[in-house]
């Protein structure tokens, strides 16, 4: 009979009898729920999310109301001088005081009353500053010069003639 139970047989059947034991004590019915554990510390915060689709536009609120006036704006320049009163007898005229913007048609510009061979600075001079001469001389107190309105800007323009004895006279040339 030794041989039937050794020590490593006796071993096993004792384990083997000591696990079922445990099973079967661990085979009853459930107990009762115990009560709640006290609250956790709070946990770290998590990351951004993806942004989402931009939604769509509202609509137009109300106008508001007029702002304050602004400030007065900077002086604008001073104009051309224009010719002297300086007694001449001198005087300009032209064929036509409007023309159309672009016209191809020359304006003559009468001269008179300036001295005998009286060299005449006739001169075209724009609203902006901007100026055209030429020169012509008198004969018997008297000269015509051409103005080509082809290249002249829409607006008034002022047509001054300067004698070199003093004559002077001017007049105005509306392109429109």
Known sequence: ???FFTTKRLALVLTLTIMSLLVSACA???GSVGPSGAAGA???AGYDGVAGPIGPTGADGAAGSNGAAGSN???GANGTDGADGSGSTAGVSLSVNSVAHGSAADVTVWLTGFGI????TVTV???DGTATAQTVTASNSMATAMISPTALAKGVHAVIAEGDKNGKASTALNVK
């Open 73 to 75: 704006g900077a002086a």
């Open 28 to 30: 009853g019915d459930a």
């Open 42 to 44: 709070a946990g770290a």
């Open 1 to 3: 009979m030794n041989r």
């Open 117 to 120: 061979d009286e060299v005449i």
């Open 125 to 127: 001079m724009a609203s």
